[in-house]
């Protein structure tokens, strides 16, 4: 992209505001150097991969990032084998640092399911080496101090130092808050050369022998380190020059590994800088309210409710632009300061921006192209050292422009043909278009010229537009109006400042009828335009009172059906724990009547029957909430599954779920129709069919007491109907003194084999079981002897 562009459009100004959002210091160089790119899919990744730190952004939050420096120094240091500095290699245990936290932050987003394949080359290349990583984490500090843990001989000789210290220390306050205070200027402990010392003053510097290292600037005060502590002072520097040597082995050590591994280095720094640069992106992009615009490949260019990212939100007026769709040539028209070049500097600076892989400050859905060029004539040229004026520094630069051109750029020019004579200017402009448009660039254009007007219906894709004027208030409204030309408001406006009216009239007459009759059909036109835009408008706002509406709607009815889940829920536990209660009961009594029996008592038959009376009164009731139609109908609307067979509502039809499309809507087949429908126009049905022969309980041996026999024949039953059989059946033998039955439940699936005996090792009253003898049944029957 000519750099020409870049400081017309005041690009630079974006790219500053791109780098404060940047953290790291190479992402920050990263982005004031950034250029748009002219290779649609480079832009197509860039915007993508802004998309995505986005969507991380809005529901992860920023990237875990600190600043760290530049690492292409120090491996170009260890590519010649040097020793890196303790500051150095902290910011390679920084960078390696960050990589693990970004390789964790990753994992998380993974959890919520953010789409980052645009990015997952970035994420791939942070991969950090365990033995450098380690190694790092035990020698050495993100500000380059060197940890005690580096060495066993470094953590002695600082160990020994902190004794050392603490020892002078001592015998230092010693002096300070003794007797010989004193003789001192001030009750301190401090540092001269490296050595502890304490002011002193001047007429009692032998007080305390040892050597004089400093004074005052008036020498009242000398700074002595006293003759008891020159051994132990001594004896540290001696510890610091050890400390010294150790650390400076301990720095080659790790360099020489770090040396081992300069492409992973460079590789984490490099893809954790591109992540910062596309993060700074995202927080742009969120700080300007801006979109992830489309891209056409035909560079069709449709932006909705465009700003001016430069101007204050609470000022710019948003207009929707358009080129390359209908028209490939836009002519503005308009009065001054109306917003002609601010129109102008919009698309161009937008198409910077997203040719950056930026997002744009325009309403979702806008469209841009990715343009070879973009060539712009904007602002007064005017050179005084080349001596040119305006019209000739404006034709050369639209010269230059005419040599360079061709079907794949963008050409915007601010008041073309203007600074010289109108007739001639006009000519010239009509003459420069007809050129322009030969080599088929997408063109906007600015002019006050009335010729253009016409210009603008009679040329091929070519179309007006202008900047809306309010009469009534005299200023512009900065509304692009499309498809309308400029119209002139002189009379309307010197009317309005007081102008007599006979002058205005006179000078009405003065008009060329031609002239006349344009800004009559043009004022027209734009009452007809904001008529139609008004009635747009209105419609607009229909439409969106009805998709809020439908909204609240559906989530009454989502509330409503969590409402139905919930009640039938509630009852289905309330019914069950009803039922245990009631079989708890029925047991007790059980037990009651067993221990009666035992002990020689009557036996209360009739409370027996009226426990078991009150259990099966409360199985009816479970049968008939099962049985309820609304309940019913309710669970088959929210059951449906592919291949379900429902009946669509709406159209009375039967039909099959062939797809879901959506929380509550599915795609159902009515013969050769495919309809969608909600789940609120559907009710599932079942086939009907025919009910199964229940075989009743019988007999063949007949072990009686009272009315019950020996044996209960399950098969041909239901799993839940065979275990509440048999739970009544062996009630029934207990009460009935039973001490052997035998249980038929054949061998099938075995499904019934399993749920009886199952449902026998909990029984209480069960003393064992097990499968009939092969002569009776073998394991399609099990024998129970009760306690």
Request: no cysteine.
């Amino acid at each position: 992209m000519n750099p020409k562009i870049i400081d017309k459009l005041e690009y630079r100004i974006i790219t500053e505001k791109l780098s404060n959002f940047a953290i790291t210091k190479p992402a920050k160089k990263k982005a004031r150097e950034l250029l748009p790119s002219s290779d649609f899919n480079e832009v197509k990744q860039a915007l993508d991969q802004t998309e995505v730190l986005a969507n991380i952004l809005r529901v992860k939050g920023p990237l875990p990032l600190v600043d760290f420096e530049d690492v292409v120094p120090s491996v170009k240091r260890l590519k010649i084998k040097a020793e890196l500095n303790g500051k150095e290699l902290g910011n390679i245990f920084l960078v390696l640092s960050l990589a693990k936290d970004i390789q964790k932050f990753a994992e998380d987003v993974a959890e919520r399911e953010i789409d980052v394949e645009p990015i997952s080359i970035l994420l791939d290349q942070l991969e950090v080496v365990p033995d450098l990583f380690n190694k790092l984490a035990n020698t050495i500090e993100f500000d380059g101090s060197v940890l005690d843990s580096a060495s066993p001989k470094l953590q002695t000789i600082r160990r020994a130092l902190h004794t050392n210290e603490a020892e002078i220390k001592k015998q230092m306050e010693g002096y300070v808050k003794g007797s010989s205070n004193q003789y001192l200027s001030e009750n301190i402990i401090t540092i001269r050369d490296g050595r502890y010392v304490i002011p002193v003053k001047q007429e009692y510097k032998n007080k305390f022998g040892g050597v004089v290292h400093d004074q005052s600037a008036s020498g009242q005060t000398l700074f002595i380190e006293p003759k008891s502590v020159l051994t132990l002072n001594n004896q540290q520097q001696n510890l610091v020059a050890q400390e010294h040597q150790e650390v400076r082995r301990i720095l080659k050590e790790v360099s020489e590994l770090a040396a081992l591994y300069q492409n992973e280095i460079l590789q984490n720094a490099t893809s954790l800088t591109k992540l910062d640069f596309l993060s700074a992106k995202s927080k742009l992009a969120k700080a300007m309210k801006a979109t992830h615009p489309h891209l056409s490949k035909d560079n069709q260019v449709n932006l909705l409710k465009a700003r001016h990212p430069l101007i204050s939100e609470e000022k710019v007026v948003p207009n929707d632009i358009s080129l390359g769709t209908e028209f490939d040539t836009m002519l503005i028209t308009g009065p001054n300061t109306g917003g002609k070049t601010i129109s102008l500097k919009t698309i161009g600076l937008l198409q910077l921006m997203a040719q950056s892989g930026l997002f744009i400050t325009a309403q979702e859905g806008s469209q841009v192209g990715v343009f070879r060029e973009i060539f712009a004539d904007i602002g007064d040229e005017q050179s005084i050292e080349q001596s040119l004026s305006t019209f000739s520094s404006h034709m050369d630069q639209i010269i230059k422009i005419m040599n360079l051109v061709n079907g794949r750029d963008l050409v915007l020019l601010d008041e073309l043909g203007a600074g010289t004579d109108p007739e001639e200017g006009a000519s010239l402009a009509i003459a420069i278009l007809d050129y322009l448009q030969s080599k088929d660039p997408k063109i906007m254009v600015t002019t006050h010229y009335p010729e253009l007007k016409l210009y603008g219906y009679n040329r091929f894709r070519t179309t007006n537009a202008s900047m809306e004027f309010d009469v009534k208030t005299l200023s512009p409204t900065y509304k692009l109006r499309i498809g309308i030309p400029g119209q002139s408001n002189a009379f309307a406006i010197v009317r309005q400042l007081g102008m007599p009216q006979e002058v205005v009239v006179s000078a009405q007459g003065l008009v060329k009828d031609e002239n006349s009759d344009l800004n009559k059909m043009i004022k027209r036109l734009t009452e007809q335009t904001k008529e139609a835009e008004t009635l747009r408008e209105k419609m607009q706002h229909n439409l969106v009172q009805s998709e809020k509406l439908k909204r609240k709607l559906q989530d009454g009815l989502d509330w409503y059906n969590q409402q139905v889940e919930k009640q039938l829920k509630l009852a289905q536990e309330k019914n069950e724990e009803m039922l245990a209660k009631k079989r708890e009961k029925a047991n007790k009594i059980i037990a009651n009547l067993e221990e009666q029996q035992r002990a020689g008592g009557v036996v209360r038959t009739n409370k027996v029957i009226e426990a078991k009376g009150e259990l099966n009164a409360l199985e009816r009731e479970n049968n008939n909430l099962a049985r309820n139609k609304v309940l019913q109908r309710e669970k088959r609307r929210h059951n449906v599954s592919v291949g379900d067979s429902v009946k669509v509502i709406s159209y009375g039809q039967m039909g099959t779920v062939t797809k879901k499309l959506g929380e509550h809507d599915y795609e159902v087949q009515i013969g050769i129709l495919k309809v969608k429908v909600s789940d609120r126009d559907i009710e599932k049905t079942t086939v009907k069919k025919e009910k199964t022969k229940k075989v009743s309980v019988r007999t063949t041996r007949p072990m009686r007491s009272g009315n019950v026999r020996s044996e209960l024949d399950l098969r041909g039953q239901r799993y839940e109907e065979a275990l509440t059989n048999l739970d009544r059946y062996l009630d029934s033998s207990l009460l009935a003194g039973l001490g052997t039955v035998t249980i038929i439940h054949g061998i099938g699936t075995g499904a019934i084999r399993n749920g009886v005996q199952q449902y026998l090792k909990r029984n209480k009253h069960v003393k064992d079981f097990s499968y009939a003898p092969a002569n009776e049944g073998g394991t399609g029957a099990t024998i129970v002897h009760f306690k």
